[in-house]
């Protein structure tokens, strides 16, 4: 029986590690796509229009930390090793945390409400200079940054379940119950992108809810499986053509449930901030006319950069540490 619950929580483990990172890929693709229909008018032209690539392109940070050293630390912050909350002796200023900690441990324990707030400068950059290539792949980066900073497990040290015996659970939040329940069950009218006066104020709020939140995460999905003891908590499902073994059904339908909403709350939250970013870019670079941008396309380097960056991904290891 031990061997039994043993190898069926590696399978677990495995099954989750193959499929993601950070939010899924299933759940930063639609939260990247719905952001689009929170634009006003003038941005919405041309956002619609390349909504696809908004949509593929919403995995590309997590694909680039198989090409990039240092990409890593860009999805998360163990806030935790800088004591406890609210983490009153984290300076929220870049050059000053890094003066009081060092740039090394800063970067070690991840830099997400920092790297939000580079993007956003990058994006309204690209806004001035109306630059085709460089407005949609930072606002398909930016997209993805600002919903990992939603993501609780991206904000503790025990960002998958590592120290508490509860390996998996991280995708198991991010990606099996997205996948599972978004879809049917989750409502995304969510209504318009709002300008953003103080955006670095804006994502260290959301980080440190995020930060509460992950000991209720790892909390109730402790409980919970003790309520599910054995086979109870995995099950055999079709995936694709392959039968797949994973976290059941009624298990991650019970932890949803035990989480009172908290997973479609934070897919909204992370739609409605992505669009008010790329709102607020916009904003702050003069609203530039993006119909001066239509019929413009990719260059031959962007194409053969966005190829190189998916063989990488297929072929190689991640660079530095893993974030499961
Ligand atoms: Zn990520």
Known sequence: ??????????LFFVGISLQ???WGFFAHKKINNHAVFLLPPQMLVFYKS????????AIDPDKRRYAVAGEGSRHYIDIDAYGAYPYPDLPRDHSKAIEKFGEDTINANGIVPWHVQTMLGRLTKAFKENNYSS???NSADLGHYIADA???L?????????HTDQKGIHGFWESRIPELLADKEFDFFIGKAQYIPNPGAFIWDRVLESALAADSVL??????S??????KKFGFEKRNLDNLKQVSSDYSKAFNKKLNGMIERRMRQSIFAVASFWYTAWINAGQPDLALLSGKSFSEEDLKGFEELNEKWKNNKVIGREHE
């Open 226 to 231: 003790i309520q599910f003891r054995g086979d």
């Open 135 to 137: 407005i949609l792949k």
């Open 20 to 22: 993601c990172f950070c």
């Open 1 to 10: 029986m031990i061997i039994l619950k043993k190898s069926l929580l590696l």
């Open 219 to 224: 909390k109730f999905e402790k409980e919970l």
């Open 154 to 162: 991206h904000a503790s040290s025990n960002h998958n379940g590592q």
């Open 150 to 152: 939603h993501v609780p």
């Open 50 to 57: 390349n909504i696809d690539f908004l949509t593929e392109h």
